[in-house]
């Protein structure tokens, strides 16, 4: 999931196509549906993304009392509105009247704190759940920002790789090779450097043995000279989130596919292009794209039928964008990595978000 910041943002208005009371308010490359007249381009605005959970009164301040998603219906989500997809919420609360919104879009003011908003975070099932241990040593996980919010990560034309993002659970692993150590975690207990004790009926721990990817990190941190490996893989199937990509759950087809690779060499961590270092050692995300950077492009990728199957099954969440050398960016203030997410994804029914 994305990092949650509630800012001030600059704001280009557009004719909604389909309704004559509505507008089309755009941030970076996402557009919110907002009342016809109630912003004008050049103006600020605050910008409230996807995946924020707002208080009670700022909800019925905003006229969106039952209109939010979740079992309290106070979570934002991506929804469309005589037929436009809205993402986020374009608003002036009251509580930031008299804030100059012009001045904090430079300064990059985050008002989530001031305004009560936290980010959701979801809910936890037994199977991927477990008894936790310190785990110091682990390599730890990003979050990817959304190019949508952050159009700038790339620039046009850069040299870039677009990957299948898959709709599952991620597992991180971490080989310490003088200990000769394996760590399993979640992202989320991952973040608090913790690992899951290995258990046979833990989800990612299953994805771990039935694949392999213990003994695929040793021999990379061999081959590297490496202290630590670590090997970022989607576990996917059936009883993990709702697009199974035919992978029944059962330990001999449960569904994994490794996104990312990371080594520490010489006491440096660095990221390595995992199709370039694992080989066919263990099944990886399909690459769907390299070449120049263009945004457009990118979006369309974002959609249309999963590949991971080899049958279509699905709709396709998106794509991860990474440029083809690794390098940093001044805008995430980390990796030049970020993901684009389908339309059809985001307004699915019946939908499962467990992370």
Same mark, same amino acid.
Request: hydrophobic share 40%; glycine share 12%.
């Given at each position: 999931?994305? +990092? ?20 089309? *308010?755009?941030?970076?490359? =996402? ?9 004008? +381009? ?13 208080? %009670? ?30 993402? @986020? ?5 009251? *509580?930031?009247?008299? $804030? ?19 980010? !959701? ?19 730890? !996980? ?32 971490? =080989? $310490?090779? #003088? ?25 990612? !721990? ?29 576990? =996917?199937? %059936? @009883?993990?989130?709702?697009?199974? =990509?035919?992978? #029944? ?21 660095? !990221? ?39 049958? @279509? ?38 939908? +499962?978000?467990?992370?």
């Amino acid at each position: 999931m994305s +990092t949650l910041r509630v800012t001030a943002e600059v704001l280009t208005v557009h004719e909604h196509p389909n309704a004559d009371a509505l507008e089309l *308010a755009q941030v970076g490359l =996402y557009r919110a549906v907002v009342a016809k007249g109630a912003y004008r +381009t050049g103006e600020a605005a605050v910008y409230i993304p996807e995946q924020s959970v707002l208080p %009670a009164g700022l909800i019925e301040e905003l006229g969106l009392t039952g209109r939010l998603a979740g079992g309290n219906a106070d979570r934002v989500k991506a929804v469309r509105l005589r037929g436009e997809l809205s993402q @986020g919420i374009v608003c002036r609360p009251k *509580a930031l009247a008299d $804030v100059d919104l012009a001045r904090a879009v430079q300064e990059g003011t985050d008002f989530a704190e001031r305004l009560g908003i936290v980010k !959701w975070v979801p809910p936890i099932p037994p199977t991927m759940n477990g008894e936790v241990e310190s785990a110091p040593d682990l390599l730890p !996980w990003v979050d990817i920002e959304n190019i949508q919010r952050y159009p700038d990560i790339f620039t046009a034309g850069e040299p870039v790789v677009l990957t299948e993002k898959l709709h599952g659970s991620a597992c991180l692993v971490t =080989y $310490v090779a #003088d200990e000769g150590r394996l760590y399993v975690s979640s992202k989320g207990f991952g973040a608090k450097s913790l690992a899951l004790k290995e258990d046979p009926r833990n989800l990612y !721990w299953r994805a771990v043995r039935g694949h392999g990817v213990a003994e695929a990190a040793a021999r990379l941190a061999e081959r590297l000279g490496a202290r630590r490996v670590g090997i970022f893989g989607e576990v =996917y199937g %059936a @009883g993990v989130q709702d697009l199974t =990509y035919g992978a #029944d759950g059962r330990r001999d087809s449960l569904g994994y596919a490794v996104f990312d690779v990371s080594a520490e060499i010489g006491g440096a961590v660095r !990221w390595l292009d995992a199709g370039s270092v694992l080989g066919e050692e263990l099944p990886l995300v399909p690459r769907v794209f390299e070449g120049p950077y263009d945004s457009a492009r990118v979006l369309e990728l974002a959609g249309g039928r999963e590949t991971v199957s080899g049958r @279509g099954l699905h709709l396709r969440e998106g794509v991860v964008i990474r440029p083809a050398v690794e390098r940093y960016s001044p805008v995430t203030g980390g990796r030049a990595v970020a993901k684009a997410v389908s339309a059809a994804y985001l307004t699915r029914k019946g939908g +499962t978000e467990y992370e």
